[in-house]
């Protein structure tokens, strides 16, 4: 059964057929339970800034001959629409650029890419940015949901674990991170760069 181990993430019987799975998986994302924030949480244990951030000290691999970079495919990608509370959680691709430049390939009808176009490149504004790694694997599930504007998926999150995520505040913007995330890579989309 392909869903035998998101089934045992989310609490069910991992025999559970692949139509009762689906049913219930929606079920409980219609169902959204918002996060809340606290003080601190794992993610804040080792904090480093400016100079001493070297994302090649940490193990991002190539993953194929003729790759053109260091790769990581499992980060939640967290912006925030500036204009609302909504915060969005996506799941793309993500190159080690350099030393402190990463490369985000969000998909062209993502969420991402709607906030980022309509908001912060129309305004030519930075848009925060976190990148998280570790922590609930919940929350890499519905990161790949096609939510709708304006859903969170921590919401949805909540949902399906029955109870609300605690979220802690990242150092570098209002942008919120689960508390128990393993490391946040904190920065900005820049108008008009790409990589």
């Known amino acids: 059964k392909p869903h035998r181990r998101q089934a045992i993430m989310v609490g069910l019987d991992p025999e559970i057929d692949t139509v009762?799975?689906?049913q219930?998986?929606?079920?409980?994302?219609?169902?959204?339970?918002?996060p809340v924030e606290v003080a601190m949480g794992q993610?804040?244990?080792?904090?480093?800034?400016?100079?001493?951030?070297?994302?090649?000290?940490?193990?991002?691999?190539?993953h194929a001959i003729g790759d053109g970079g260091r790769y990581c495919f499992q980060q939640q990608t967290i912006i925030k629409d500036p204009d609302s509370d909504w915060m969005n959680v996506g799941h793309?691709?993500?190159?080690?650029?350099?030393?402190?430049?990463?490369?985000i390939t969000p998909y062209a009808q993502s969420n991402f890419r709607l906030i980022y176009h309509s908001k912060y490149d129309?305004?030519?504004?930075?848009?925060?940015?976190a990148l998280v790694i570790g922590g609930d694997?919940?929350?890499?599930?519905?990161?790949?949901?096609?939510?709708?504007?304006?859903?969170?998926?921590y919401d949805a999150?909540?949902?399906?674990?029955?109870?609300?995520?605690?979220?802690?505040?990242?150092?570098?913007?209002?942008?919120?991170?689960?508390?128990?995330?393993?490391?946040?890579?904190e920065g900005e989309v820049r108008?008009?760069?790409?990589l």
């Open 20 to 22: 009762s799975y689906t």
């Open 122 to 129: 129309a305004r030519n504004q930075a848009m925060p940015i």
């Open 157 to 185: 999150a909540g949902g399906v674990r029955g109870a609300p995520l605690e979220l802690v505040k990242c150092e570098t913007s209002d942008l919120l991170v689960p508390a128990n995330a393993e490391m946040v890579i």
């Open 92 to 103: 793309y691709c993500m190159e080690i650029f350099s030393k402190r430049r990463a490369a």
């Open 43 to 62: 993610c804040k244990e080792i904090i480093l800034e400016g100079k001493d951030v070297n994302l090649f000290n940490f193990p991002f691999t190539y």
């Open 191 to 194: 108008p008009y760069e790409t």
């Open 24 to 34: 219930e998986l929606a079920k409980r994302m219609s169902s959204p339970i918002r």
């Open 137 to 153: 694997p919940v929350c890499y599930l519905v990161a790949t949901a096609p939510l709708p504007p304006g859903v969170s998926e």
